[in-house]
């Protein structure tokens, strides 16, 4: 048997609440990282979108330069035949050039059609990579808004908890070690509330009732009395 006054009682009660604001700080602290880091992964999406579409437009790019250089080259073999005809002899090799000639024209017009599609394509996803970077420029902003947030807020909860752990050890320190030791094994076995009330036989922690006698013995506040369904240190409250 442990033996408890009422003020003691009062003590572990306000263990809890510091047990439990503290715990509530240590969630937000570590949910910090996490959060940062999806900012992190959110930017380098669009990022990497945008570095996609950019290898897309650079190829598009090079290919229609290829194009052009096609049709200059074709251009001069048609202005070098152009030339060939006026020095040619017989009608077949006449008619031979001119063939030759228009099949370059036709090289060129289809070309000159793949040239305006590329183009038409081209300006699209350059309008749409403005869009992203936009985007990304907004998402970097925002997210470094957040990140100072939550940083400037993770300041002042970790000196709240260092206070509230300091204020914590100076509490326990002037408890019967005992009633601390069952205290703290009270908490872990109901991972986290180690104390309830009793409200008109009813266990605030399980909501079960409690025994009768256990009721009456309570309402002397002279030991540490057990909640038989969940183990939590039970008090008699009215
Ligand atoms: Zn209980």
């Given at each position: 048997m442990v033996s408890i006054t009422r003020e003691q009682i009062a003590?572990?009660?306000?263990?809890?609440?510091?047990?439990?604001?503290?715990?509530?700080?240590?969630?937000?602290?570590?949910?910090?990282?996490?959060?940062?880091?999806?900012?992190?992964?959110?930017?380098?999406?669009?990022?990497?979108?945008?570095?996609?579409?950019?290898?897309?437009?650079?190829?598009?790019k090079q290919e229609y330069r290829l194009r052009e250089s096609d049709t200059k080259d074709n251009q001069e073999k048609i202005r070098r035949n152009n030339e060939k005809l006026v020095s040619v002899k017989t009608n077949k090799e006449y008619h031979a050039i001119l063939k030759e000639i228009e099949g370059l024209h036709k090289k060129n017009s289809t070309i000159e059609d793949e040239i305006l599609q590329k183009l038409d394509y081209l300006e699209k996803e350059e309008k749409l990579i403005v869009q992203d970077k936009s985007e990304l420029a907004k998402l970097r902003e925002e997210a470094a808004k957040e990140i100072a947030a939550?940083?400037?807020?993770?300041?002042?909860?970790?000196?709240?908890?260092?206070?509230?752990?300091?204020?914590?050890?100076?509490?326990?320190?002037?408890?019967?070690?005992?009633?601390?030791?069952?205290?703290?094994?009270?908490?872990?076995?109901?991972?986290g509330s180690a104390i309830a009330a009793v409200k008109n036989t009813i266990c605030q922690g399980c909501n079960m009732n409690v025994p009768a006698q256990m009721y009456n013995e309570l309402q002397r506040f002279d030991k540490l009395e057990f909640c038989p369904r969940c183990y939590r240190i039970i008090y008699w409250a009215e």
């Open positions: 003590v572990l009660v306000e263990l809890q609440s510091i047990d439990v604001e503290s715990t509530r700080i240590q969630a937000f602290l570590n949910g910090i990282k996490p959060k940062m880091d999806e900012f992190d992964k959110q930017i380098q999406s669009v990022e990497q979108t945008i570095e996609e579409k950019e290898s897309v437009i650079s190829g598009l939550l940083n400037e807020k993770g300041d002042t909860e970790r000196e709240k908890l260092k206070a509230l752990l300091s204020s914590k050890e100076e509490i326990e320190k002037t408890m019967n070690p005992e009633v601390i030791k069952r205290f703290r094994i009270a908490r872990e076995q109901t991972h």
